[in-house]
T-cell receptor, first 116, second 115 residues
């Protein structure tokens, strides 16, 4: 069974600084996708960034980038130039389309607070 | 383009009462998901529909939970009777099958409190 582990229940960062959120996962699959979702107090789950396992290049979306280490099964999120609006719960998630399953497996989340 | 719509946003009921949640996916999305998110946890899949067919309901507690998507568009998730442990946020998501991976778009969820 696939599992996703986020070892940091809470983190804080000063506005304009950089923060890294950690995620590890466990799977025997070779083809899969990894995601970081943001969930603000409004509860709307918003996709931040996606990484395909077969791509060696780390994904980047504006201020958000990932460090994908496939052999180590590690998938960390770096937020640069943190903004107050980045305050939210961040969830790491995994999906493997093999076998017809489309179940997103989520970690327990990291609560990020950006301080002014 | 309208996103995934869910109602109600909040629901408070007494235990043993029935409750229903409604979801309208993004127009044209053929796949619909219901997730449950317990406090301090990530969402967990309850059921997935491909059009009107439930293709994965292995995590749905079938003794008290039921779901339907009669015309392959909107969907209803029901709990009868509700228990204290059912207090959670119920999230609906939808996606359009175009490739091996299909991005899931989430609604704002319904927060259920069972007293």
């Amino acid at each position: 069974a696939q599992t996703v582990t986020q070892s940091q229940p809470e983190m804080s960062v000063q506005e304009a600084e950089t923060v890294t959120l950690s995620c590890t996962y466990d799977t025997s699959e070779n083809n899969y996708y990894l995601f970081w979702y943001k969930q603000p107090p409004s509860r709307q789950m918003i996709l931040v960034i996606r990484q395909e396992a077969y791509k060696q290049q780390n994904a980047t979306e504006n201020r958000f980038s990932v460090n994908f280490q496939k052999a180590a099964k590690s998938f960390s999120l770096k937020i640069s130039d943190s903004q107050l609006g980045d305050t939210a719960m961040y969830f790491c998630a995994f999906i493997s389309p093999q076998g017809g399953s489309e179940k997103l497996v989520f970690g327990k989340g990291t609560k990020l607070t950006v301080n002014p | 383009e309208a996103g995934v719509v869910q109602s109600p946003r909040y629901k408070i009921i007494e235990k043993k009462q029935p409750v229903a949640f409604w979801c309208n996916p993004i127009s044209g999305h053929n796949t619909l998901y219901w997730y449950r998110q317990n406090l301090g946890q990530g969402p967990e899949l309850l059921i997935r529909y491909e059009n009107e067919e439930a293709v994965d309901d292995s995590q749905l507690p079938k003794d008290r939970f039921s779901a339907e998507r009669l015309k392959g568009v909107d969907s209803t998730l029901k709990i009868q009777p509700a228990e204290l442990g059912d207090s959670a946020v119920y999230l609906c998501a939808s996606s359009l099958r175009v490739s091996s991976y299909n991005e899931q778009f989430f609604g704002p969820g319904t927060r259920l409190t069972v007293l």
